[in-house]
């Protein structure tokens, strides 16, 4: 069977749990921005939990299905119309051939994930079947979405009927807290600008992709210094280095960018904290607007965060294999 | 985090650890990266998920399910011990050829497109080079610029794109500020220049470097149509030796005809690099590289 794109939405793309391992050679891992929702969505349609799902930001697409299929629509809190009828989010479904599936506007939340049983069967590009829209290559054609492709779905053996438990789907904010391990190259910061960086209210801007997340606020002081060769001359600037996912840089002391999934690898900008693991998928549902606080945490508690969150996520795994 | 010697260790979060070897860039530190770099692939602790050298640090990137983030420092500390108790001085790697158009109309038209975030509005990117190098012509620019050959010391930013560091003292080192505020557009197979790094757009997008010409030589190709891409979408490696050739309209022309009949082939050699053989005589040893390159 396959899926008809009748109306692409912003920047849709195909996503599975991404393609570690080229990131020395600048190929970042990819995957959903929000790998939770897209493996609840899989989980409900009774697909592995790396199989290819829809990734759609601010706005849904419209699709078509060719034959009789499985649904379950995770992530941001849309209004999700099954031929203009309201159907569940958070809940798998039954569709029939020539069904159509439609969104209403944003409410919580900024991405939703849409999985079909049988996963997108899109080809495997270095162990992933994730988009990499920059570099060309993965997803469906290399690209986002567009209206009039056909994606062909895989086998399926799901059925309808599983529903996450109201206590376990998230609820999304226009306020929030990410949790960051301050280090890098954060001693470039003066003690002010160190303060002013975890005491300030940031804002999200409407530069926020898969990319990157860039925030609005006030401006960071740098130490001053003459700058080492190679570094180039904003006191903001470092020897070309490696950039972790979800490390924050500030160029020009003004407007952090927290780097996502399809991070560039590198760059000449210093770095001053990572967002911790576990609050990456948090960072995904964030909406520009949303006011944000970096709260500084040890190596230790984020590694107890990242317990936490899976912890949480295999809760959320039993609940899913009762309800089959 | 502890500091070893000069190296600086600290965390990128829960999946990260990132070593700044030096603060500066120097042949040296980037050999230091890249032997680090070499030890820890050539015996991969499970859990290491990439290995990412770079000019003058290292970026780990780990699973702490499978590798404890202490476990993970303590390999790559001893790696670097290793590297300082008995330094490689020499790597085995290729040296090869890039055909470069310089002063091409595709990088001067978008230039010209962006010429209000540019330091200099008047001209194009290659005069304000030659002005700010104090050189008293583009073609002298030019002639430095593909002169002696670069060794690629960090591949990233987007897919496959390589930062290049030219094989001459620090005193002839072309050095330039990246534009004021970054394009939005940058041609495919762009020849950039930002600090004292040249680099090759692989994919058309943003960029912040100067602009000085163009290849017609495929870099990154997922499709991998031709025979240097067989194993691999991506050319660079770090360690590659790379020597540009100024070519003119028709040549480039020639070269994108035989690219898109499948059938270019990069000119490479096999080649030890010595580093200590470089600081002691840069000319006279770039010269002997050439050599194996050019086959004289």
Same mark, same amino acid.
């Given at each position: 069977?396959?899926?008809?794109?009748?109306?692409?939405?912003?920047?849709?793309?195909?996503?599975?749990?991404?393609?570690?391992?080229?990131?020395?050679?600048?190929?970042?891992?990819?995957?959903?921005?929000?790998?939770?929702?897209?493996? *609840?969505?899989?989980?409900?349609?009774?697909?592995?939990?790396?199989?290819?799902?829809?990734?759609?930001?601010?706005?849904?697409?419209?699709?078509?299905?060719?034959?009789?299929?499985?649904?379950?629509?995770?992530?941001?809190?849309?209004?999700? +119309?099954?031929? $203009?009828?309201?159907?569940?989010?958070?809940?798998?479904?039954?569709?029939?051939?020539?069904?159509?599936?439609?969104?209403?506007?944003?409410?919580?939340?900024?991405?939703?994930?849409?999985?079909?049983?049988?996963?997108?069967?899109?080809?495997?590009?270095l162990g992933s079947r994730s988009t990499y829209a920059l570099?060309?290559?993965?997803?469906?054609?290399?690209?986002?979405?567009?209206?009039?492709?056909?994606?062909?779905?895989?086998?399926?053996?799901?059925?309808?009927?599983?529903?996450?438990?109201?206590?376990?789907?998230?609820?999304?904010?226009?306020?929030?807290?990410?949790?960051?391990?301050?280090?890098?190259?954060?001693?470039?910061?003066?003690?002010?600008?160190?303060?002013?960086?975890?005491?300030?209210?940031? *804002?999200?801007?409407?530069?926020?992709?898969? *990319?990157?997340?860039?925030?609005?606020?006030?401006?960071?002081?740098?130490?001053?210094?003459?700058? @080492?060769? $190679?570094?180039?001359?904003?006191?903001?600037?470092?020897?070309?280095?490696?950039?972790?996912?979800?490390?924050?840089?500030?160029?020009?002391?003004?407007?952090?960018?927290i780097l996502h999934r399809d991070a560039v690898s590198g760059?000449?900008?210093?770095?001053?904290?990572?967002?911790?693991?576990?609050? +990456?998928?948090?960072?995904?549902?964030?909406? @520009?607007?949303?006011? *944000?606080?970096?709260?500084?945490?040890? +190596?230790?508690?984020?590694?107890?965060?990242?317990?936490?969150?899976?912890?949480?996520?295999?809760?959320?795994?039993?609940?899913?294999?009762?309800?089959? | 985090?502890?500091?070893?010697?000069?190296?600086?260790?600290?965390?990128?979060?829960?999946?990260?650890?990132?070593?700044?070897?030096?603060?500066?860039?120097?042949?040296?530190?980037?050999?230091?990266?890249?032997?680090?770099?070499?030890?820890?692939?050539?015996?991969?602790?499970?859990?290491?998920?990439?290995?990412?050298?770079?000019?003058?640090?290292?970026?780990?990137?780990?699973?702490?399910?499978?590798?404890?983030?202490?476990?993970?420092?303590? &390999?790559?500390?001893?790696?670097? %011990?290793?590297? /300082?108790?008995?330094?490689? &001085?020499?790597?085995?790697?290729?040296?090869?050829?890039?055909?470069?158009?310089? =002063?091409?109309?595709?990088?001067?038209?978008?230039?010209?497109?962006?010429? =209000?975030?540019?330091?200099?509005? %008047?001209?194009?990117?290659?005069?304000?080079?030659?002005?700010?190098? !104090?050189?008293?012509?583009?073609?002298?620019?030019?002639? /430095?610029?593909?002169?002696?050959?670069?060794?690629?010391?960090?591949?990233?930013?987007?897919?496959?794109?390589?930062?290049?560091?030219?094989?001459?003292?620090?005193?002839?080192?072309?050095?330039?500020?990246?534009?004021?505020?970054?394009?939005?557009?940058?041609?495919?197979?762009?020849?950039?220049?930002?600090?004292?790094?040249?680099?090759?757009?692989?994919?058309?997008?943003?960029?912040?470097?100067?602009?000085?010409?163009?290849?017609?030589?495929?870099?990154?190709?997922? %499709?991998?149509?031709?025979? !240097?891409?067989?194993?691999?979408?991506?050319?660079?490696?770090?360690?590659?030796?790379?020597?540009?050739?100024?070519?003119?309209?028709?040549?480039? !022309? /020639?070269?994108?005809? %035989?690219?898109?009949?499948?059938?270019?082939?990069?000119?490479?050699?096999?080649?030890?690099?010595?580093?200590?053989?470089?600081?002691? !005589?840069?000319?006279?040893?770039?010269?002997?590289?050439?050599?194996?390159?050019?086959?004289?």
């Amino acid at each position: 069977m396959a899926v008809e794109i009748i109306e692409p939405g912003l920047a849709a793309s195909i996503q599975d749990r991404g393609r570690p391992g080229y990131y020395s050679v600048g190929i970042p891992p990819s995957g959903a921005a929000d790998l939770r929702a897209a493996v *609840t969505a899989n989980l409900l349609v009774g697909n592995p939990p790396d199989a290819a799902v829809i990734e759609a930001p601010y706005m849904g697409p419209a699709l078509m299905f060719d034959a009789p299929a499985v649904v379950a629509v995770t992530g941001a809190t849309m209004p999700t +119309l099954l031929n $203009g009828a309201p159907a569940p989010q958070w809940e798998s479904f039954p569709v029939a051939a020539g069904d159509q599936l439609t969104f209403g506007f944003l409410r919580a939340g900024a991405r939703i994930y849409i999985a079909v049983a049988g996963g997108f069967d899109v080809p495997v590009v270095l162990g992933s079947r994730s988009t990499y829209a920059l570099g060309g290559f993965g997803g469906f054609g290399g690209r986002n979405l567009r209206k009039g492709d056909v994606i062909p779905v895989g086998r399926a053996n799901g059925g309808p009927g599983r529903a996450v438990p109201e206590e376990l789907r998230p609820a999304y904010r226009r306020e929030i807290e990410l949790r960051v391990v301050l280090g890098l190259y954060d001693y470039r910061l003066t003690e002010a600008g160190r303060n002013c960086l975890l005491e300030s209210e940031w *804002t999200l801007t409407p530069v926020a992709d898969r *990319t990157g997340f860039r925030y609005s606020g006030p401006v960071l002081e740098w130490e001053e210094r003459i700058q @080492p060769f $190679g570094a180039g001359s904003d006191p903001s600037n470092i020897v070309d280095a490696g950039y972790p996912i979800g490390s924050i840089q500030v160029p020009g002391g003004v407007e952090p960018i927290i780097l996502h999934r399809d991070a560039v690898s590198g760059g000449g900008y210093a770095m001053v904290a990572t967002v911790i693991s576990a609050d +990456l998928n948090r960072v995904a549902q964030c909406s @520009p607007g949303t006011r *944000t606080r970096f709260v500084p945490v040890t +190596l230790d508690e984020a590694l107890r965060a990242r317990a936490d969150d899976q912890a949480r996520a295999a809760r959320l795994r039993e609940a899913l294999e009762a309800t089959r | 985090m502890r500091r070893s010697g000069e190296s600086r260790y600290s965390w990128g979060g829960d999946e990260h650890l990132v070593v700044q070897f030096a603060e500066a860039m120097s042949l040296e530190v980037n050999f230091t990266a890249m032997a680090v770099s070499k030890i820890l692939n050539d015996d991969r602790l499970p859990g290491i998920v990439d290995i990412c050298p770079a000019n003058a640090s290292l970026l780990i990137r780990f699973d702490p399910d499978v590798a404890a983030p202490a476990a993970v420092e303590a &390999r790559v500390r001893a790696a670097e %011990e290793q590297v /300082a108790g008995a330094p490689a &001085r020499s790597v085995e790697t290729r040296i090869f050829e890039v055909p470069v158009w310089y =002063d091409d109309p595709f990088t001067n038209e978008t230039g010209s497109r962006f010429r =209000d975030r540019h330091q200099r509005p %008047e001209g194009n990117d290659l005069e304000f080079a030659a002005v700010e190098n !104090d050189m008293d012509s583009v073609q002298a620019f030019i002639d /430095a610029h593909s002169g002696s050959p670069w060794i690629t010391s960090m591949v990233g930013f987007v897919a496959g794109l390589p930062f290049m560091f030219q094989m001459v003292p620090q005193e002839r080192q072309l050095e330039l500020p990246k534009y004021l505020r970054p394009r939005t557009d940058t041609p495919a197979l762009t020849i950039g220049h930002g600090g004292c790094f040249a680099c090759i757009y692989s994919v058309r997008g943003a960029g912040g470097y100067q602009m000085f010409g163009v290849t017609p030589v495929p870099i990154f190709d997922p %499709e991998q149509r031709l025979a !240097d891409f067989n194993d691999f979408m991506v050319f660079f490696r770090p360690g590659d030796i790379v020597k540009f050739r100024s070519i003119d309209n028709a040549e480039y !022309d /020639a070269i994108r005809a %035989e690219v898109e009949a499948g059938a270019y082939r990069y000119r490479q050699r096999p080649v030890t690099f010595d580093l200590d053989r470089l600081l002691a !005589d840069p000319d006279g040893y770039n010269a002997e590289l050439l050599g194996a390159l050019y086959g004289s």
